[in-house]
């Protein structure tokens, strides 16, 4: 099974300030979701990366998946409070479409 | 930390008949129950939230009539897809979250169902 790691664990930032959040597998990726989840409900999707070295943008937030599919970031840029949440990265093992997820980056932005 | 499961782990069904699917937290309780669907090569869609002992709160798009969500324990949700269908053919999973957890959600390994 798939095993991926997330860093950090939690992350405070100032209003206005980028950030940048790991998720590491220890195997090749076949696909890599990022996931937002707001306290008390699901999770909202937010970019879904399949290629090596594939970058997608929506907003403020950008992730790219490097080019060996095993890692990917999540870089928010200007970040505000609507952005605070746990954001948790998924990966699919190939051909099962089976999802692993990370165990979470829990942001706070301060206003 | 925080375990979830779900039961059975591969279902598959003939068409017309309806199938269920248990998720179970198992060392805390969950006040609230989530119902995932994921299609191939997409994401997961949330199809309904559930609270212990109220009725279950569906996504747009989603038929109530056609997945009925029982959320009659703390411990325990329930998914029915009546008259399964083929394109009813999908991973489901379901996650909880606790009050206790800071309402961290923990994931169920999933149940992938064939309708036949």
């Known amino acids: 099974s798939q095993e991926l790691e997330q860093s950090p664990q939690s992350l405070i930032v100032q209003e206005g300030k980028n950030l940048t959040i790991n998720c590491t597998s220890s195997k090749t990726l076949y696909g890599l979701y990022w996931y937002k989840q707001k306290y008390g409900e699901g999770l909202i999707f937010l970019m879904m990366?399949?290629?090596?070295?594939e970058e997608k943008s929506h907003e403020k937030i950008t992730a790219k998946l490097d080019e060996k599919k095993q890692q990917s970031s999540l870089h928010i840029t200007a970040s505000q409070p609507s952005h605070a949440g746990i954001y948790l990265c998924?990966?699919?093992?190939?051909?099962?479409?089976?999802?692993?997820f990370g165990t979470g980056t829990r942001l706070t932005v301060i206003p | 930390g925080a375990v979830v499961s779900q039961h059975p782990s591969r279902v598959i069904c003939k068409s017309g008949t309806s199938v269920k699917i248990e998720c179970r937290s198992l060392?805390?309780?969950?006040?609230?129950m989530f119902w995932y669907r994921q299609f191939p090569k997409k994401s997961l869609m949330l199809m309904a939230t559930s609270n212990e002992g109220s009725k279950a709160t569906y996504e747009q798009g989603v038929e109530k009539d056609k997945f009925l969500i029982n959320h009659a324990s703390l411990t325990l949700s329930t998914l029915t897809v009546t008259s399964a269908h083929p394109e009813d053919s999908s991973f489901y999973i379901c996650?909880?979250?606790?009050?206790?957890?800071?309402?961290?959600?923990?994931f169920g390994p999933g149940t992938r169902l064939t309708v036949l």
């Open positions: 060392d805390f309780q969950a006040t609230t």
């Open positions: 990366l399949q290629k090596g070295g």
């Open positions: 996650s909880a979250t606790s009050v206790s957890s800071y309402n961290e959600q923990f």
């Open positions: 998924g990966a699919a093992e190939t051909g099962a479409n089976n999802l692993f």
